[in-house]
């Protein structure tokens, strides 16, 4: 190879890793202009150990019920008017003291369903 020629290669290298090593020594520089601390994940981490760590609400106690009261479960009644019987949900019954029951009122045939 043409000395010239050569010589002419190496300063074409040479300003290459020059400019290298610029960037690199600029790239590091601005590498350590971050402000050290939490990282951006680190303080999500944070934030979520954070609210997992918090106390829950507790619901509040519900009562017991009345002693005077008792459950009917689902059934099927009878109704005039439905030969199949009338479905009536679910529902408490009161009774009083003297012997009376407070209960809602008595499914109609033509607002609930009709048994078979």
């Known amino acids: ?3 010239e020629r050569r010589r002419g290669t190496l300063k074409a290298m040479g300003r290459r890793w ?3 090593a610029a960037a690199a020594v600029i790239l590091a520089g601005g590498a350590m202009s971050v402000p050290l601390g939490s990282t951006t994940t680190q303080r999500a981490v944070d934030q979520m150990n954070a609210s997992s760590m918090r106390g ?3 619901p509040p106690v519900r009562s017991a019920p009345r002693a005077d009261t008792v459950w009917v479960p689902d059934r099927w009644v ?3 008017g439905a030969p199949g019987g009338v479905f009536e949900p679910g529902h408490w019954v009161i009774y009083t003291p003297e012997g009376g029951r407070i209960s809602p009122p ?3 045939p033509d ?3 009709q048994g078979p």
Do not use: I
């Open 111 to 113: 607002v609930f369903p």
């Open 106 to 108: 008595p499914p109609r």
């Open 18 to 20: 020059l400019g290298c």
């Open 56 to 58: 829950v609400p507790t």
């Open 78 to 80: 009878s109704a005039p």
């Open 1 to 3: 190879m043409n000395p």
